[in-house]
């Protein structure tokens, strides 16, 4: 899959890292349909939060479905502070 990658102040990168897998219970995987980055992210791009390592997947805010073992998909959205199922309200005004 794709994702952005931190590799240094400055650097980040577009690279193909590793599917996730789910472990346990109540893991899930979000196929993203839309994303972005934000402050935070900005932060540590500019060296402003330290402690980055290279080789970290940036991003924490995103829209997607979720993919739990034995269950069917269900629009999510991801964001930095709370995950939180999509409104109906909202479901409808994106169909």
């Known amino acids: 899959m794709k994702a952005v990658v931190f ?3 400055g650097d980040i990168r577009l690279d193909n ?3 996730p897998k ?3 219970p109540p893991d899930a ?3 993203l349909t839309a994303s972005a980055i934000c402050g935070t992210d900005l932060h540590m791009i500019r060296g402003t ?3 980055m390592k290279p080789g970290t997947v ?3 805010e995103g829209v997607g479905f979720t ?3 034995r269950q069917p998909p269900e629009l ?3 964001l930095f502070s709370f995950r939180s199922k999509i409104s109906p309200k909202c479901k409808r005004a994106s169909s």
Do not use: F, P, Y
Request: proline share 0%; with cysteine.
């Open 67 to 69: 993919r739990r073992a």
């Open 22 to 24: 789910i472990k346990e």
């Open 49 to 51: 939060v330290t402690g």
């Open 17 to 19: 890292v590793a599917d």
């Open 7 to 9: 590799h240094g102040i």
């Open 76 to 78: 999510r959205a991801c």
């Open 58 to 60: 940036l991003g924490h």
């Open 29 to 31: 995987i979000v196929r």
